[in-house]
């Protein structure tokens, strides 16, 4: 069943349009809160964090007046990264978790990203049995005017978040003698990332710690990376760490100024993990991932499995089939011994873990070959324009060109507006040649 307001990766949009309005978020409030309060739980609480944008301020109060009038008590944290809203959810034993967050997007979007109490994002069951009550008719979900919420602000939550991160590794770790360039994207992890890294002794250079509501992601953050690059060189830094809008994802540099994309610090994850005989099962991708990684996990006798895109997929898979490291190319990295969804702040404690004897980043994080891989994306009014027939004959077309000296993967955005064009393979013209015969058709 084609679930209504739910994407990839949580609702997300154009703010003041379709779903992303008051008149929305507190029907999306509403209806979650009541589908948590049905669950047999004494305590009826959710808990809210954000990522920086303007529009925060209106859809907040839109989500916690929906929850409050369904009789949720509510806890709202202020900009936090999405996996320090997770992890509150859980210790504070919650009922919910939601962050109003577009990630990776520009400032006019914003979005939400449910999690229920054990830190999990929501499965597809579960969001289509809220979208049916934020579309029910009767008023039933409204309590009684003494039942109401009520609503209290937690300063602390980055702190505590910090806590709980830091409790992941032995008391004695420290980054002294470390410098480290920190792009957080003027998002969410603006206050936690720096706080983070300086309490264990790095000399930390920040940039993109200057939200204003409209700058979120503006030519910074983990989707420009050459900022983290050009700031890397110029600090003479060991490494780079950049952050996306809400932090769920993480690209990083090495001391050479190479970037280094979420495959590699999978590649390097899964081999570490291997030798400390801490990993599990193997490794989840996704249709995305380099076929270079998955080369190099078989060599290393690493099971490697893919799932569609989006780390609420790779977790899913992760838990069938009892893995505990996945992620994207994108940088969302799933630590199954840590966490329950992508956290850029963990996974970058993990990596500098690995670096605390000073080993080069450039030695550690360079694993593996890459596959020659282009990506388009190509923004399109209607996404289901890759069902028609002339692209589908396109892509058809593409594929025997490509043959078996590659990939080929055309998909919508789960979301943005855009048609994602994958070709891969170790000719880039030929890379180019099937990528424009698609590109030509959509357009």
């Excluded at 210790?91 to 939601?98: E, H, L, Q, R, T």
């Excluded at 009520?150 to 420290?174: A, M």
């Excluded at 110029?234 to 769920?248: C, E, R, T």
């Amino acid at each position: 069943m084609r679930k209504k307001y739910f994407g990839t990766d949580g609702i997300r949009g154009t703010v003041n349009q379709g779903n992303i309005t008051g008149e929305k978020f507190f029907k999306f409030g509403l209806a979650s809160g009541t589908y948590f309060k049905n669950q047999k739980k004494t305590k009826q609480i959710a808990v809210i964090a954000k990522d920086t944008r303007l529009s925060g301020y209106t859809l907040e109060p839109a989500l916690v007046s929906g929850l409050v009038s369904g009789g949720m008590h509510v806890f709202t944290l202020g900009p936090l990264p999405t996996n320090g809203l997770a992890m509150l959810t859980k210790s504070m034993k919650a009922n919910m978790g939601i962050m109003i967050t577009a990630s990776h997007n520009p400032y006019y979007d914003n979005g939400l990203k449910l999690f229920g109490p054990d830190g999990m994002k929501l499965s597809n069951k579960i969001e289509q049995k809220i979208e049916k009550l934020v579309d029910a008719k009767n008023t039933n979900q409204l309590t009684n005017p003494k039942l109401l919420g009520r609503v209290k602000r937690l300063e602390d939550g980055n702190d505590k978040y910090i806590e709980i991160l830091k409790k992941n590794f032995p008391s004695n770790f420290n980054l002294r003698g470390m410098k480290i360039v920190l792009d957080c994207a003027n998002g969410a992890s603006y206050k936690a990332a720096p706080a983070l890294l300086k309490s264990l002794g790095a000399k930390v250079k920040s940039i993109g710690v200057s939200p204003n509501g409209l700058n979120i992601n503006e030519k910074c953050g983990s989707t420009f990376p050459s900022k983290i690059k050009d700031a890397v060189k110029k600090f003479k830094a060991h490494i780079g760490i950049s952050f996306d809008g809400d932090a769920d994802r993480i690209i990083m540099c090495d001391e050479k100024g190479k970037i280094i994309d979420g495959d590699q610090i999978i590649a390097m994850l899964a081999l570490r993990w291997k030798k400390k005989k801490i990993l599990k099962g193997g490794v989840i991708g996704t249709l995305m991932s380099n076929y270079g990684l998955e080369k190099f996990l078989k060599k290393e006798n690493i099971k490697f499995l893919r799932s569609k895109v989006g780390d609420k997929h790779v977790k899913e898979k992760m838990k069938k089939f009892k893995f505990n490291l996945g992620g994207e190319q994108s940088g969302h990295i799933i630590l199954g011994k840590f966490a329950t969804t992508g956290d850029g702040l963990l996974v970058a404690l993990e990596v500098l873990f690995s670096l605390r004897k000073r080993k080069k980043a450039s030695e550690l994080l360079n694993v593996f070959k890459p596959l020659p891989q282009i990506l388009e994306n190509i923004v399109v009014k209607d996404k289901s324009i890759i069902n028609k027939t002339i692209c589908k004959m396109a892509t058809t077309k593409a594929k025997k060109l490509m043959r078996d000296k590659g990939r080929i993967l055309v998909r919508k955005s789960g979301t943005e507006p855009k048609i994602r064009i994958m070709a891969e393979s170790n000719n880039r013209n030929l890379n180019l040649k099937c990528i424009n015969i698609i590109k030509k058709s959509i357009k």
